[in-house]
């Protein structure tokens, strides 16, 4: 595992970070005094259970949170050094993308049905890649850099599996040329080969192109294996933090704990933790 990289330059920073929702007068406490940081070149895990927030943060990293149910109440959001928090959504699309994209969990939510891969790989390069001599030279490029085969670029979503859909995803998000990628739950609905092959292709595209990657995720074990840092999540805060292996050996929180004995309970046949299926909100309730 790579050392920690201290001195990087962090690429996705929050300081006590607060985001609510609103459904009519009433607000609901979605995030609560949440602090991260994330640097260049770095592989760092948010977890926790369903509802402490995990997504609503990656969202808020992109400017995507629902304008009209909520909003960002406390604290401080930057990207490269720069306070984001009150950006419109005409300066979030200025950097969406570049220097931070994400790639979501169910690809087929976020594709268009109806318009070719190619076609929607060539928008995001165009975007923000502007200067590209040859746009669907580039896309070719894309796909074969996430491994698939040339003639995915007539496809349509639906005519795909699951894993080539989220390898269509990874492409447009590489499209921008991110320095950072949020990763949320990219593996939860593919089979285990397939799981793997998504991993080891993530793996090799942020040795190979020098991405930082942030990684929600379920998954304990993929979590020991693809990252330096861990974030633990519960009840919309931060109840633990540190080097993966270090919280992996020796957690301080009964949460962490709760979470690291179930994996341990479930692990695979090889010795390594397993994927605990469902949620974490089981193992612990401890506050």
């Known amino acids: 595992m ?6 990087a330059v962090p690429l996705l920073e929050t300081q006590s970070l607060a985001i609510e929702y609103r459904s009519g007068a009433a607000a609901v406490a ?51 050094g720069q306070d984001v928090t009150a950006y419109s959504q005409k300066q979030w699309e200025q950097i969406r993308g570049h220097p931070v994209a994400m790639v979501f969990q169910d690809p087929l939510s976020f594709l268009n049905p109806v318009m070719r891969v190619g076609k929607q790989i060539a928008e995001s390069v165009r975007r923000h890649d502007p200067a590209t001599p040859d746009v669907m030279a580039r896309v070719a490029e894309l796909l074969d850099l996430v491994r698939l085969p040339a003639n995915t670029i007539r496809a349509y979503p639906h005519e795909l599996s699951g894993g080539m859909r989220q390898r269509v995803l990874l492409a447009i998000a590489l499209g921008c040329r991110p320095k950072l990628l949020i990763a949320d739950e990219p593996t939860t609905a ?27 995720s379920h998954d304990l074990g993929v979590v020991w294996e693809e990252c330096e840092r861990v ?41 390594r933790f397993a994927t605990i299926e469902g949620e974490f909100s089981t193992t612990a309730d401890s506050p």
């Open 2 to 7: 790579p050392l920690l990289r201290q001195n």
């Open 190 to 216: 593919l089979d285990v080969t397939t799981q793997a092959e998504i991993l080891a292709l993530l793996r090799d595209l942020r040795q190979r192109l020098g991405m930082a990657m942030l990684l929600i």
């Open 30 to 80: 979605a995030v609560q005094d949440f602090s991260i940081v994330v640097r260049e070149g770095e592989s760092v895990a948010l977890v926790g259970e369903s509802g402490s927030g995990k997504s609503t943060v990656a969202r808020a990293a992109l400017g995507l949170l629902p304008p009209r149910t909520a909003r960002i109440s406390a604290g401080r959001l930057l990207i490269e």
């Open 231 to 271: 974030y633990v999540m519960f009840r919309s805060r931060i109840v633990e933090a540190g080097a993966t292996q270090t919280v992996f050996a020796h957690p301080a929180h009964a949460y962490t704990a709760g979470l690291i004995k179930a994996a341990r309970a479930a692990r695979n046949a090889d010795g």
